[in-house]
């Protein structure tokens, strides 16, 4: 299963390579990690989007805990939340009609075009995986010069939140 | 007070009680030797080689309760500390270590003795820091050894770069009294509703089984286990790590379990219906296969740390606390619930037990022409009365000494259980005759272990810690050699250690008094006269039979019922 494992940490040198030496000194798997200072600027936050059982993922989650530089944790797959992704892609948009093809399918993707050159395109899209991935499947693998994806981040719905009391 | 950072580390570890410091000095920490010269409240040890002084704080450590001081130096001081830190790592020995490192301005230049110590030992500390301003040296190491001996205690390492000790930079020093950090807070009362449960449980169990480990000897809880399993009546086993946190010569002792524990122990593992683990962690060497570990049983675990219970083996009732508090918490259940275990089940499950113990599967040929280890360790017993401090370095001598020193007092059992350290014995029997000068430690190792920390004689010498060794000489790496004949077809492959030193004159060069004995029947008195001589370490070189092997034995992978009682009695 797939879960997101949402933390946040002491804002430390040293913090992000525990949590990735944990990962693979235990066998665990990252599908995606990203991690960005919060509005607090002691405190990082951490979103990690890994694979395993339930009894992985409690492992998982225990073993983080565990982690002395760790303030909190939550696997926000357990509850309703939203997950969102961001990609930019580089593509090849030389002629006229693969232009406007490309245009199309951006809209209908709710992406936006945010550089334009004689021959390419940069495109901007964010949502989960699956949608980033439906729009890569929709434009001909041709015209892609270059991708760049985030990596997940999720929050979760409602009143439910990660925070430090 | 005005301090410099090579100063505020020496009042700092006078300021938190430490009495002794094991180290070794280098470029990087001459700042902080300066500062140690000009004082006497802390003591330090010099060791030969810092894998030693890791060892010795362990030893230090496990015979106290106290937290292990180490001081090396930045690079190779750094890197041979290592294999010690790691030992104290897995078997969650409290300890802090402080590094040295290059001067901040150096460091990612690959300056000469630069290692990135946080780096190569984060996998293997509780946790670690480098000081980058000398105003935050004191607090860095408060929370040092307050992560170090709280919850599961383990080793902490703080590096320190040479400019954070410039004896010209002085600051306002005053001891941390309090630390407290929002990112750790360990757990230490178990949970009321789990520990009805458990008390539920535990009480309606017709074949229960106690397993209790280090966890026990750790939190000081010996004397609450043993009074609730006499309350109880129940059997109860020890892990190597939990030998001595129940008395090994009570009724209710089935001895050791797991890969050389007893019969007793591990059919009855095997057939309980209730298991009740406090402080022990289902290591590999403990459960065989998982898959076929106590299959009648519900399992009742009490552990500090959350991320052992039903890490290896799922638990129907875990208990996340201090030992200590939770048993004395059950002990209130089970009082304030006025129900007694059931009389009859547990009177038949004992008889079922004694007709294991009859078995008598620590039995060995005491008649043999050679030295049987076994007769060695016994006869150990003996002369020092049950009441040494027994440290081992690793292989089949510690099994030995696990299987036939009967400890009956917590501390007492010094060895590397879970990274299995050979070169641990020696120096850990340093620090262990440190901290209680007037005990007496034995050293239980073997011709090959104890030549991985053998120079550590001269430390012995240095400050005349008269420790006892007891060296099981047999010519082989003996638990390799065992291996090798059951799983190798006697493919003795690079297991003969071939010109071995005189080992009596060995420890003669270094100062010390050599024994060797190789008739059985000169073993007690040789034994009697060397711990005759209080005052002087001996070396006692036995030399055993070649081809003893460790019995009983359940093969890696294989279930607690899978047992070899010896190469004749195959299995039960």
Redesign the interface.
Same mark, same amino acid.
């Given at each position: 299963m797939r879960h997101i494992i949402s933390l946040l940490m002491e804002n430390e040198a040293g913090a992000l390579s525990r949590v990735a030496g944990l990962f693979s000194a235990r066998g665990y798997n990252i599908e995606s990690l990203t991690v960005a200072p919060t509005e607090d600027a002691s405190l990082s936050r951490m979103t990690i989007v890994t694979r395993g059982s339930d009894v992985v993922i409690e492992q998982i989650t225990k073993q983080l805990n565990k982690l002395v530089d760790i303030v909190k944790l939550a696997d926000i797959t357990e509850g309703k939340h939203i997950e969102r992704e961001l990609m930019l892609i580089k593509v090849r948009a030389a002629d006229k009609e693969p232009r406007a093809e490309l245009k199309r399918l951006t809209d209908i993707f709710r992406g936006r075009i945010i550089d334009v050159s004689e021959s390419t395109y940069i495109i901007e899209l964010t949502g989960s995986g699956d949608k980033l991935d439906a729009f890569i499947a929709a434009i001909d693998p041709a015209a892609i010069i270059e991708t760049v994806r985030s990596g997940s981040t999720g929050i979760a719905r409602g009143e439910k939140s990660l925070q430090i009391n | 007070m005005q301090l410099s950072g090579g100063e505020i580390i020496i009042q700092f570890l006078k300021d938190e009680g430490v009495d002794y410091v094991f180290g070794y000095p280098g470029g990087a920490v001459l700042h902080i030797y300066d500062a140690l010269f000009r004082q006497e409240d802390v003591r330090h040890i010099l060791v030969r080689h810092e894998q030693g002084a890791t060892h010795a704080a362990d030893g230090y450590a496990r015979s106290t309760g106290k937290p292990g001081v180490v001081l090396v130096t930045s690079g190779p001081g750094a890197t041979n500390a290592v294999t010690g830190i790691a030992t104290a790592y897995m078997d969650s020995v409290p300890m802090v270590v402080i590094t040295g490192q290059v001067a901040t301005a150096s460091i990612g230049s690959d300056a000469f003795q630069e290692v990135d110590a946080?780096?190569i030992t984060? !996998?293997c500390v509780?946790?670690n820091f480098?000081v980058k301003d000398v105003k935050d040296l004191a607090m860095t190491l408060k929370k040092a050894f307050y992560?170090a001996t709280t919850g599961r205690p383990g080793p902490v390492v703080v590096d320190v770069p040479k400019n954070i000790t410039d004896p010209n930079i002085k600051i306002p020093y005053e001891y941390p009294t309090t630390v407290s950090?929002?990112?750790?807070n360990p757990t230490v009362k178990g949970h009321p509703g789990q520990i009805k449960r458990a008390v539920e449980l535990l009480l309606a169990a017709k074949r229960p089984m106690i397993y209790s480990g280090g966890g026990v000897i750790l939190s000081g809880a010996h004397a609450e286990l043993t009074q609730l399993t006499r309350e109880l009546g129940y059997p109860i086993t020890n892990t190597l790590m939990g030998l001595g946190a129940y008395p090994a010569t009570d009724k209710l002792f089935v001895g050791m379990l797991g890969m050389h524990g007893t019969y007793e122990a591990n059919m009855a593992m095997h057939d309980c219906d209730v298991l009740f683990a406090v402080g022990a962690r289902f290591d590999d060497r403990v459960t065989g296969d998982t898959k076929l570990f106590c299959p009648h049983a519900k399992i009742i675990h009490i552990d500090i740390? !959350?991320?052992s219970?039903?890490?290896t083996v799922?638990v129907d009732v875990p208990i996340v606390g201090d030992v200590k508090n939770v048993l004395n918490d059950m002990s209130r259940e089970i009082k304030a619930s006025k129900r007694k275990p059931e009389a009859a089940a547990l009177q038949a499950w004992w008889t079922q037990i004694n007709e294991w113990q009859s078995k008598d599967c620590l039995r060995y040929d005491r008649n043999s022409v050679l030295i049987k280890p076994q007769s060695v360790i016994e006869k150990l017993y003996e002369v020092t009365q049950g009441d040494a401090y027994v440290t081992s370095d690793v292989g089949q001598h510690q099994m030995w000494a696990a299987q036939f020193y009967k400890f009956d007092k917590p501390l007492r059992w010094i060895n590397s259980g879970g990274l299995g350290t050979m070169g641990f014995g020696l120096p850990a029997a340093l620090g262990v005759q440190l901290a209680h000068p007037n005990a007496t430690v034995a050293c239980v190792t073997g011709e090959a272990s104890i030549q991985m920390c053998i120079q550590e004689l001269s430390t012995a010498m240095q400050y005349s810690l008269p420790v006892k060794i007891v060296n099981l000489n047999n010519r082989y790496m003996g638990m390799v050699r065992q291996w090798q004949e059951f799983f190798y077809e006697s493919r003795y492959s690079h297991s003969y250690v071939e010109a071995l030193p005189d080992f009596v004159k060995l420890a003669e060069s270094y100062g010390h008094v050599g024994m060797r004995i190789d008739k059985p029947g000169d073993v007690e008195a040789a034994l009697k006269e060397a711990f005759a001589l209080k005052d002087r370490l001996v070396f006692m070189d036995f030399i055993t039979d070649q081809k003893e092997n460790v019995y009983p034995m359940i093969a890696a992978g294989k279930a607690h019922n899978q047992m070899h009682l010896s190469s004749e009695r195959e299995l039960a």
């Open positions: - | 946080v780096g984060r !996998p509780k946790h480098l992560i950090m929002r990112s750790y740390d !959350p991320a219970i039903s890490k799922r």
